[in-house]
């Protein structure tokens, strides 16, 4: 078993033995079933047995077909039963474990790729759960009984059918291994053809206004083409292994078969023995031949599974015990004081640090602008404090207490954050803004929508709070969905607030709306807003500067343009403090 599976599926363990048990029993049905057709076929054309002779045999070999075919039922029950378990709790963690990785690993990543895995990929285990892996018992303990079931009857032919058997699995190995890596490259190839068409998708504006469509779509027939040739190359090594077993499965029957004729003439053994040793040589080679059919769909569910355990080990932020305890006594309704001290972050693969020995502080109840050039470090920072990534070295605290000593999930209880682009999901007015409090009543939802200026346009939309937005907000403008996100800020009603400068590129009457729910929702709370004009600027209480993921200068605005230093020069760039974006 994938070591995934042995992680994330014992739910499912004692499904898998059911379905192992119902096979075994549709075995002891079949055998039953073929001990009574031996025995009436014999009668019937040899002994001439009338049908009131051979009434209760009739009735045996009905009732045991009847019995195989609801214990075969059940079998193929038991097992998709099994298959969807397991693929939702797989599904489940792997998304779960995404989201603990934060969008730090998901910019890494591409999008498609990762949908691709937590959606076909996962998809594909059903042969792998609900087939391959009780197979792999049944074609060792059906074989088995079938030929302890044929001793009594004829030991030669049970010595020759376990002669033969190894040689199936030892197929199946060799072709495997063969196999194995073309399933991979199948898999790698479906992962990028998904990438590509995503990006496709999501790029589509970009790409008609400057007529490059018509490229993009030959680059994803080109990706296509080459998840065609993996396809091709794993169906050819199927059929060719597929060819050879029933080949080696036929000659070995046949072998039987010949000895079975020849002791026949010589009269060895009985028509009914021989006849029942002839019938149950293709049951016994029947679960090898199905482990072989099972094993190539099974490849396609291993390779996925390799890329999911590969997300699933890497290493997500956790709190200890003891963290989560602590977070119990640090969490407190009341803005926070921030202290950085020493931080330091690094990009893995990065030969520069994208902040080295930071140090300031953010004043309770304060507004704190954070300003600089593109690439100094800004929206680094913002993802720490978010608890999205973990400084390499240095600490960060809240009222002189390391946030690292509480889980990410109790420190994000503590924060809002309005970003420029705020993601809006493919749900209602009402669904997006209950993500800030689920348990929120309509009364605080208008509350919240009336805070952030956006109860008039709401209002207006066809349905209320209950009209779909569609794809990332499709039905709002900018400017819309800028108030959404800040009524969800509200709703949170968090003690330390978070803004990358959530005015940026909106139009006049907008940003002015937008401002004064900024004003609003900014009293009483701890604030820190990555600034991109002056007006944001001036409205703080105190500006940090970073340069190449550095602590330039800070100060008030207006001791700091005195000073003639970094901020100065940022502010005599422009009217606004041009160039100076996250």
Not at 489 to 518: M, W, Y
Request: proline letters at 5%.
């Amino acid at each position: 078993m994938h070591p995934v599976l042995r992680r994330y599926a014992g739910p499912i363990r004692a499904q898998l033995a059911g379905v192992i048990l119902l096979g075994l029993l549709a075995t002891a049905a079949l055998l039953g079933e073929l001990a009574a057709l031996s025995a009436t076929v014999s009668r019937v054309f040899l002994a001439h047995a009338s049908l009131a002779a051979v009434w209760p045999l009739l009735l045996a070999l009905l009732a045991a077909a009847l019995l195989r075919a609801a214990l075969s039922g059940a079998q193929e029950m038991v097992a998709r039963r099994a298959a969807i378990r397991c693929k939702s709790a797989i599904r489940v963690r792997l998304v779960a474990h995404i989201e603990r990785l934060g969008p730090a690993f998901t910019r890494a990543e591409h999008t498609g790729e990762l949908v691709t895995t937590a959606t076909e990929g996962i998809g594909r285990l059903d042969a792998y759960i609900g087939g391959y892996l009780p197979q792999v018992a049944l074609s060792v303990l059906v074989p088995l009984a079938i030929a302890a079931a044929l001793v009594p009857v004829d030991p030669l032919s049970a010595a020759i059918l376990l002669i033969t058997a190894p040689v199936i699995p030892l197929l199946m190995v060799v072709v495997g291994s063969y196999a194995e890596g073309r399933a991979r490259r199948q898999w790698e190839a479906l992962s990028r053809l998904g990438a590509h068409f995503l990006d496709a998708l999501q790029g589509l504006p970009t790409l008609a206004l400057f007529g490059r469509a018509d490229d993009e779509a030959e680059r994803v027939a080109r990706v296509g083409e080459r998840y065609r040739e993996r396809t091709m190359e794993v169906l050819r090594s199927a059929f060719l292994s597929g060819a050879v077993l029933e080949f080696l499965t036929a000659g070995a029957i046949g072998v039987l078969a010949v000895a079975l004729g020849i002791r026949l003439l010589n009269g060895a053994i009985s028509f009914d023995r021989a006849f029942f040793a002839l019938l149950l040589a293709p049951e016994f080679y029947r679960p090898l031949r199905e482990l072989g059919t099972l094993r190539h769909a099974a490849l396609e569910g291993t390779a996925a599974l390799e890329r999911i355990n590969q997300i699933l080990d890497t290493p997500s932020p956790t709190a200890s015990p003891a963290a989560v305890a602590a977070s119990l006594v640090l969490v407190r309704a009341t803005p926070p004081r921030l202290t950085l001290r020493d931080v330091r972050y690094s990009y893995p693969g990065a030969s520069e640090p994208a902040l080295d020995r930071v140090s300031f502080e953010i004043a309770d109840g304060a507004t704190t602008a954070l300003v600089g050039r593109s690439g100094a470090g800004k929206s680094t920072l913002l993802n720490l404090l978010l608890r999205f990534v973990e400084p390499t070295s240095g600490e960060i605290e809240a009222d002189g207490q390391p946030i690292a000593a509480l889980s990410p999930a109790a420190w994000r209880d503590r924060v809002a954050f309005v970003p420029q682009r705020p993601h809006l999901f493919d749900g209602t007015v009402r669904d997006n803004l209950l993500l800030a409090r689920p348990g929120a009543t309509d009364d605080d939802l208008r509350r919240a929508a009336e805070l952030a200026g956006a109860d008039a346009f709401l209002a207006a939309l066809p349905q209320g709070y209950e009209t779909p937005l569609g794809e990332r907000g499709a039905r709002l403008s900018a400017g819309q969905a800028q108030r959404l996100a800040i009524a969800r800020a509200f709703l949170k009603d968090a003690p330390l607030l978070l803004l990358d400068e959530p005015t940026s590129g909106l139009d006049p009457e907008s940003e002015l709306l937008i401002r004064r729910a900024l004003v609003t929702l900014a009293r009483e709370r701890t604030v820190l807003v990555v600034a991109h004009r002056l007006s944001t600027v001036a409205a703080a209480n105190r500006v940090v500067v970073l340069e190449r993921g550095r602590v330039a200068e800070a100060g008030a605005p207006s001791a700091l343009l005195r000073a003639g230093g970094a901020y100065s020069a940022l502010v005599g760039a422009g009217a606004e403090l041009t160039g100076v974006s996250a």
